[in-house]
């Protein structure tokens, strides 16, 4: 790939950044659709970020993506914000527009076509289990209920943080259900046939941390798991469910389906499916 004075410039901005592996996939879909721009890492510390925001809009970069610890502590500044982000309460994408900063948030749709891609799993009418309350979270319980979800249940260590989340969409979604409780395991085995999928939004399982007693085999035969940690590929969870005979998928689904979505706003065409997918396989020796 050329870098000419004419090539536009993509990045993502987070702390730390390193680790990301955005670059790797965009600039793979960049290339094969044979555009001239490139995508890169901006390290960006949390007191740095309204000088970085600045700094971007004045060296014209054409979009970025916003990874932790800035989805939100971004929203005030920008020009605008999709409703879409406004409901997620967080901003993973900018485009610019004009001499305009939008904001938007592509983790909500990125993990809903995981669920269809990797899990054939159509939200709409099941009864979902959420582990955690966090900001993974939010964008799961609101993309869920935006699906048609007939209950979405949260499962929190803090209950107060977990009431704090849903009480934000009782109001806005009348043919959805929601309810909160404690990250019991006696209590989510004793509920656990209720539920159609499991959604583990925490950082639980990286490294190969467990839920210490979640039983999965107490889950309908038909049921899913959807781990969105993807470092280890299969989680003690995931190995767990596997083992049990549920369908199961990792983070990365929801990883390249947020790009996707990402570069589909900055250059307005869908970039071909599976490159990004692809990229990723590589890298992680897959
Ligand atoms: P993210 O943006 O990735 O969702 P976050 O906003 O910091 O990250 O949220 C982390 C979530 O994981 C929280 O729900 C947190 O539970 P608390 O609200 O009770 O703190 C949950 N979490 C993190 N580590 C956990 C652990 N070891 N066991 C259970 N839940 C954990």
Redesign the pocket.
């Given at each position: 790939m050329d870098v000419t004075g004419k090539t536009r410039v993509l990045g993502i901005i987070g702390w730390p950044v390193a680790h990301s592996l955005s670059p790797l996939m965009q600039n793979a879909a960049l290339e094969a659709m044979g555009l001239d721009w490139v995508y890169v890492p901006f390290a960006v510390r949390e007191e740095e970020l309204a000088r970085a925001v600045t700094g971007l809009r004045a060296l014209g970069v054409a979009g970025f993506n916003v990874t932790?610890p800035h989805k939100t502590a971004i929203i005030p500044l920008l020009d605008r914000i999709t409703p879409e982000a406004r409901l997620m309460g967080a901003v993973n994408t900018v485009k610019r527009d004009g001499d305009e900063l939008v904001g938007h948030n592509t983790d909500g749709p990125g993990f809903i076509r995981s669920l269809g891609e990797d899990l054939g799993f159509d939200p709409a009418g099941k009864r979902i289990l959420i582990l955690?309350?966090?900001?993974?979270?939010r964008a799961a319980v609101a993309s869920l209920a935006q699906a048609g979800a007939a209950a979405v249940v949260v499962a929190?260590?803090?209950v107060a943080?977990g009431e704090e989340l849903v009480e934000a969409f009782r109001g806005s979604f009348g043919g959805t259900q929601f309810a909160v409780m404690s990250?019991d395991m006696p209590l989510i085995n004793a509920e656990a046939q209720n539920f159609d999928l499991i959604v583990n939004?925490?950082?639980?399982g990286m490294g190969g941390t467990a839920f210490e007693g979640l039983d999965v085999t107490r889950m309908k035969p038909a049921a899913s798991v959807y781990d969105m940690v993807y470092a280890p590929w299969e989680t003690p969870l995931l190995a767990e469910a596997t083992r049990a005979g549920l369908r199961c998928a990792n983070g990365i689904g929801m990883l390249v389906a947020q790009g996707e979505c990402a570069l589909a706003i900055w250059t307005g065409t869908e970039p071909p499916s599976g490159v990004m997918r692809r990229r990723i396989l590589a890298v992680l020796e897959r």
């Open positions: 932790i955690g309350a966090g900001g993974a979270a929190n260590r803090s943080k990250l939004t925490t950082s639980v």
